[in-house]
C-alpha cells in the first residue's frame, strides 16, 4: 500500500503574486518539486495543508518521485509531484480539530509544524470523507 502523508506550506508556495491560487495547484498541470517528508515513496498520496492564511487541507497529491535529500534551508526533503484533485470543499482547521477522528492525529496535534507527516488510516479515511 502506498504511504500517506500531509504536506504543509505557506502561502508562498499556494498563492500567486496576486494572491490567488497558484496555475500550478490545477490537477493535470505538470508534476513540480514540492517539500515532502523523507520517507515520501513514489505513488504515494499527499494531503496539502495550507498554513497561515488559508489555514485548511485543500489538495490531493502523488508523488511521482522518491524524496530526495537537498541542500535547501526548511525545506531538505523533496520530491516531484502531481495534483490530482482539489478538493470541492476544503476542511479547514477549526473542523479537524472538532472532529473525533482527526483531533487525535498527531500532526494536527503538534499544528502541523513539519514539512510532512504520516497520515493513519483512520485519519486518511476520515479526511476523504471531510473532502467533499
Same mark, same amino acid.
Given at each position: 500500500?502506498?504511504?500517506?502523508? &500531509?504536506?504543509? &506550506?505557506?502561502?508562498?508556495?499556494?498563492?500567486? /503574486?496576486?494572491?490567488?491560487?497558484? @496555475?500550478?495547484?490545477?490537477?493535470?498541470?505538470? =508534476?513540480?518539486?514540492?517539500?515532502?517528508?523523507?520517507?515520501?515513496?513514489?505513488?504515494?498520496?499527499?494531503?496539502?495543508? !495550507?498554513? +497561515? +492564511?488559508?489555514?485548511?487541507?485543500?489538495? #490531493?497529491?502523488? =508523488? %511521482?518521485?522518491? =524524496?530526495?535529500?537537498?541542500?535547501?534551508?526548511? !525545506?531538505?526533503?523533496?520530491?516531484?509531484? /502531481?495534483? #490530482?484533485?482539489?478538493?470541492?470543499?476544503? &476542511?479547514?482547521? @477549526?473542523?479537524?480539530?472538532?472532529?473525533?477522528? %482527526? =483531533?487525535?492525529?498527531? @500532526? #494536527?496535534? $503538534?499544528?502541523?509544524?513539519? %514539512?510532512?507527516?504520516?497520515?493513519?488510516?483512520? &485519519?486518511? $479515511?476520515?479526511?476523504? /470523507?471531510? !473532502?467533499?
Amino acid at each position: 500500500m502506498a504511504g500517506r502523508w &500531509v504536506w504543509v &506550506v505557506g502561502p508562498d508556495c499556494y498563492l500567486d /503574486e496576486d494572491g490567488r491560487e497558484h @496555475a500550478k495547484l490545477s490537477p493535470g498541470a505538470p =508534476a513540480m518539486r514540492w517539500a515532502c517528508h523523507r520517507d515520501t515513496r513514489r505513488g504515494d498520496l499527499a494531503v496539502l495543508y !495550507r498554513s +497561515r +492564511r488559508a489555514k485548511d487541507l485543500a489538495y #490531493l497529491f502523488r =508523488a %511521482t518521485s522518491d =524524496a530526495v535529500h537537498e541542500d535547501v534551508p526548511d !525545506r531538505p526533503w523533496n520530491c516531484e509531484a /502531481e495534483v #490530482l484533485e482539489r478538493f470541492p470543499h476544503p &476542511v479547514p482547521l @477549526a473542523e479537524l480539530r472538532a472532529d473525533p477522528v %482527526t =483531533a487525535s492525529w498527531p @500532526a #494536527l496535534r $503538534a499544528s502541523f509544524v513539519r %514539512t510532512g507527516a504520516p497520515v493513519p488510516d483512520d &485519519v486518511w $479515511a476520515r479526511l476523504m /470523507e471531510m !473532502r467533499g
